[in-house]
């Protein structure tokens, strides 16, 4: 009875330590890099925006598609943010801007 107990407390700990370890797998994990910019141009036929970044982790000049393209509508020289599903910024990479927002208080 009492070796029963302890394979059964020994199998418990390896079950929980087993579920803990899979559960904190960086596999699921993912990155994001926010950034701000003014957007150049926008191109409505490819769903693609040319932003000047002002962020220092990815600045110059970068084209970014979107899924959400009629919100760029009229946006032209305005200051945007949004993020890209990465933390790192490959030059000439196209990626996809997710949560687009605009600041009222710039003007060119």
């Known amino acids: ?8 407390w020994i199998f418990l700990i390896f079950t929980l330590f ?22 150049k141009e926008v191109d409505f036929k490819k769903g ?13 000049i970068k084209t970014f598609q979107t899924e959400d393209i009629e919100k760029l509508l ?9 993020f ?3 933390s790192t910024c490959i030059p000439n990479e196209i990626y996809t801007m ?6 009222k208080e710039f003007k060119k």
């Open 74 to 82: 009229d946006s032209e020289g305005k200051k945007i943010s949004f």
């Open 84 to 86: 890209i599903n990465t």
């Open 1 to 8: 009875m009492k070796r029963e107990k302890e394979t059964y």
């Open 18 to 39: 087993f579920i803990i370890f899979c559960s904190t797998s960086p596999v699921y994990s993912e990155d994001e890099l926010y950034l701000t910019g003014i957007v």
């Open 48 to 60: 693609v925006v040319t932003v000047e970044v002002l962020s220092k982790t990815c600045s110059g």
């Open 98 to 103: 997710h949560g687009c927002n605009f600041h």
